[in-house]
C-alpha cells in the first residue's frame, strides 16, 4: 500500500509541476531587452553615454524580426559633437543623440505612438 501512495504523491508532484511550466511563463514573461518605456523615461539630458548603456544596455537590435528602417541622422559615426545611438526590439526603438559624449535628446517610437522629446 505505501508503493501505491508514493506513486500517486509523484503523479501528483509530475503533475503540478508540469501545469506550472505549461501555465506560469505566459504570466512572468519579461522582455530579453531594455528596449522599454520605463528606462526610456530614466533617461535624462547630461547622463553619460555609459550611464545610458547600463540602463539600455549596449546599442543594437534585440529582435524579433527584421530590423527597422530608421529615419535619417548625422553622416558617419560624429560629426561636431553630435552622435546618436539605437536601442531596437521588434517594431519599438530609442535613439538617444549624444552631445559631447551626454545625452542632449531622446525620441522612442512604438507602434502608433511617438513619445515626445524630453
Not at 8 to 17: K, N, Q, T, Y
Not at 20 to 34: A, I, S
Not at 35 to 57: C, H, M, S, W, Y
Not at 66 to 82: K, M
Request: neutral net charge; aromatic residues 10%; proline residues 6%.
Amino acid at each position: 500500500m505505501t508503493w501505491r501512495l508514493a506513486l500517486l504523491v509523484f503523479l501528483g508532484a509530475a503533475g503540478v509541476a508540469g501545469v506550472l511550466c505549461v501555465v506560469m511563463p505566459k504570466h512572468r514573461v519579461m522582455p530579453t531587452h531594455r528596449v522599454t518605456k520605463e528606462n526610456f523615461d530614466r533617461i535624462q539630458n547630461g547622463l553619460t553615454e555609459k550611464e545610458v548603456a547600463e540602463i539600455l544596455g549596449r546599442d543594437g537590435d534585440y529582435g524579433p524580426g527584421e530590423a527597422l528602417e530608421l529615419p535619417g541622422g548625422f553622416d558617419g559615426p560624429q560629426t561636431f559633437g553630435l552622435s546618436y545611438e539605437t536601442w531596437t526590439a521588434g517594431d519599438v526603438w530609442i535613439r538617444v543623440y549624444f552631445y559631447d559624449g551626454k545625452v542632449a535628446q531622446k525620441v522612442m517610437r512604438a507602434p502608433e505612438r511617438v513619445v515626445p522629446r524630453n
